[in-house]
């Protein structure tokens, strides 16, 4: 997932539906590929809690790398706030 995608994500508002796959590779299980991967993830909450809480429906985030793209205590207030989400697929880190 690039930091370019995530902040695209962040630069409109009205989001309603969205599918994203977060492909682990060997790359992930290095820290510095790891944090860059867990930065990505807080911009990519951090649009979604500023510009589609009032709008997102439908969240599909198929992670295959543990870590923040996962359910967490870092983004269950943010999910929270999506009052109009109905159907939700996430994974969880069990951090």
């Known amino acids: 997932m690039s930091k370019a995608f995530v902040e695209y994500v962040g630069s409109y508002s009205g989001l309603e539906d969205l599918k ?17 991967l867990n930065e990505h993830a807080d911009v990519f909450w951090g649009a979604i809690e500023r510009n589609h809480w ?4 439908h969240l599909d985030l198929i992670s295959r790398y543990e870590g923040e793209w996962c359910f967490s205590r870092n983004n269950a207030s943010t999910l929270r706030q999506c009052r109009k989400l109905v159907t939700l697929k996430i994974g969880v880190y069990a951090s």
């Not at 009032?54 to 429906?57: A, G, K, S, V």
């Open 20 to 36: 994203l796959y977060v492909p682990n590779s060997r790359w992930s299980r290095d820290p510095t590929i790891a944090n860059h």
């Open 54 to 57: 009032m709008t997102l429906r």
